[in-house]
């Protein structure tokens, strides 16, 4: 049984603005090293339909229990893929996406992305990002734990990532 999240980000800029930032290799280059990454390889191809694949690769420290890194090592490879739909006409846009941790898909999270401008009066918060997304662990005995532990790193990952992108559009 997978265990399901929600992350939320808001942004004080146009939609548009913070797809164009999603899409930026520094932008993400940036927020990769913030959120402890290094060895970061980003891969961004755009299609005629107006849809992107994003994909950043990186690798991370193993924070991790001792009950798991003795499977993961000191550090864990990540692949995290975006399959971004085209723009509506307000520059919303919606994603699939996959994240893998280590070799293979041991242990993943996989969900879909909302982005869109919210018409909030508070500028502050005028696109909001949200992922519903669920992690799963394929190791007997111990993947409640590390979906768990998936979750709420993601988590934390997700809240350093939300003030990197407000201070990159200066928001």
Same mark, same amino acid.
């Given at each position: ?14 939609? +548009? ?22 060895? @970061?390889?980003? @891969?961004?191809?755009?299609? =005629?339909?107006?849809?992107? +694949? ?21 550090? @864990? ?15 919303? !846009?919606?994603? +699939? ?9 041991? @242990? ?8 869109? +401008?919210?018409?909030?009066? =508070? ?32 988590? !934390? ?15």
């Amino acid at each position: 049984m997978a265990t399901e999240f929600d992350v939320e980000m808001t942004f004080g800029s146009s939609a +548009e603005d913070v797809f164009e930032m999603l899409c930026d290799h520094e932008y993400q280059e940036l927020k990769c090293t913030e959120t402890g990454g290094s060895d @970061i390889e980003v @891969i961004a191809e755009f299609f =005629d339909d107006d849809t992107v +694949e994003l994909t950043m690769k990186r690798t991370v420290p193993a924070d991790v229990p001792s009950f798991a890194k003795s499977l993961v090592g000191e550090t @864990i490879a990540v692949v995290e893929t975006y399959q971004w739909g085209p723009a509506g006409e307000d520059g919303s !846009r919606t994603a +699939e996406v996959l994240c893998t941790f280590g070799r293979g898909d041991t @242990i993943t999270f996989s969900g879909q992305v909302t982005m869109s +401008e919210n018409g909030s009066v =508070d500028d502050s918060e005028r696109t909001v990002f949200q992922m519903r997304a669920a992690a799963k662990a394929k190791i007997p005995m111990m993947a409640g734990k590390i979906e768990k532990m998936v979750r709420d790193q993601t988590l !934390r990952a997700a809240k350093k990532e939300n003030e990197v992108g407000r201070n990159w559009l200066g928001t």
